[in-house]
């Protein structure tokens, strides 16, 4: 028997999760229960099964047939960006929130952004938890406690909580579901980043935002396969980062701050730790991955305007020692520091 729900009935859902699904049946069950257990009941659950090959379909049908705020869609296996803009348009809340399945959010989430969906927010943002495969706390992410209704005119505030590691996911905020739409800001079908993307677009439209001091997600670090190789790691991570620049161009101190941290971290860290460790690929295509992205122009030129040429080798000694890092991985870094010392001739 379906569950009976009063004000689901006689109101406009206020909030629409959207949960797209796919071959997380470990999992899954957690995150449909985290989401029925919210104290503030006025939401409604969109989970688009984006063609799963095990369990997951079946645990979603489960609790679609028992409850009335589940809407389970079934999709073609298309990809997560797909899946979510599939739940955009199936929404009817006046925000939307994008949870992954293999994560749970705290039972007072919704509960907690209530006083701030009133104020009419854009965005409102919030922090997490970080948590092992087994569910085991390993540490928090925190915004700091701030609001706007100009962010355009104060992109510090911003730039400040994404220091904090807040602000670039999709699911640590919750959006205004007519902000999405009349931008006509949707995914796109990269395999990684397309959630960057989507929230870098966001943010370029949104006039008010508030951050609250206080982790509500539950955030899953599950390490990928090493046989799955994006080939357009590189690419997409460049313009992810043009995309950042651009916003970021007040060329405050704080905004330099930041983009010298996610450069740092995406162009040594992220993509050559993808690049090397995968097994997929041959040494000599990693090294053109390699060469490709020290080539880049753009990163060339924002590496020596701030005159990270000294972090270039802490961050070579730190890989190298602490990592243990195949030899590949010092080369690439080799080579592109060469290249910054020819730049800077």
């Not at 899946?83 to 006046?94: D, E, S």
């Not at 919750?174 to 995914?187: D, P």
Request: contains cysteine.
């Amino acid at each position: 028997m379906k569950e009976s729900n009063n004000l689901l009935m006689q109101n406009k859902p206020l909030i629409s999760v959207i949960v797209p699904v796919y071959n997380v049946e470990k999992y899954v069950s957690e995150c449909i229960e985290s989401i029925l257990r919210q104290s503030y009941k006025n939401v409604e659950i969109i989970i688009i099964d984006d063609g799963s090959t095990d369990g997951s379909g079946n645990i979603c049908q489960e609790y679609a047939s028992s409850n009335l705020r589940i809407k389970l869609f079934r999709l073609k296996n298309s990809g997560v960006g797909m899946a979510r803009n599939y739940g955009i348009n199936q929404a009817t809340g006046n925000y939307v929130y994008f949870l992954d399945a293999d994560d749970f959010i705290d039972k007072n989430l919704f509960q907690d952004l209530f006083r701030f969906i009133h104020k009419d927010y854009d965005i409102i943002l919030f922090g997490y938890n970080k948590i092992s495969e087994k569910g085991k706390f390993l540490r928090s992410q925190n915004p700091k406690s701030e609001e706007t209704d100009k962010l355009q005119d104060n992109k510090d505030l911003l730039a400040q909580n994404m220091l904090y590691g807040c602000g670039l996911a999709v699911w640590d905020k919750i959006i205004k579901r007519s902000l999405i739409i009349k931008s006509n800001i949707y995914f796109d079908r990269k395999k990684r980043g397309q959630d960057f993307t989507f929230v870098i677009k966001l943010y370029a439209k949104t006039k008010s935002i508030v951050s609250i001091n206080k982790p509500l997600y539950n955030y899953r670090i599950i390490f990928g396969n090493k046989n799955k190789f994006d080939k357009d790691i590189v690419i997409n991570h460049i313009k992810n980062f043009e995309l950042l620049s651009n916003f970021f161009s007040d060329n405050t101190e704080i905004q330099n701050r930041f983009l010298s941290k996610i450069f740092s971290t995406w162009f040594f860290k992220v993509v050559p730790m993808h690049i090397s460790k995968t097994q997929k690929i041959p040494f000599e295509t990693k090294i053109y991955f390699m060469t490709n992205m020290f080539n880049n122009e753009s990163l060339i030129e924002f590496l020596i305007k701030n005159k990270m040429k000294s972090k270039f080798e802490n961050v070579m000694k730190y890989f190298f020692l602490k990592q243990k890092l195949t030899p590949f991985f010092l080369f690439g870094i080799l080579f592109g520091f060469a290249r910054v010392l020819k730049y800077n001739k």
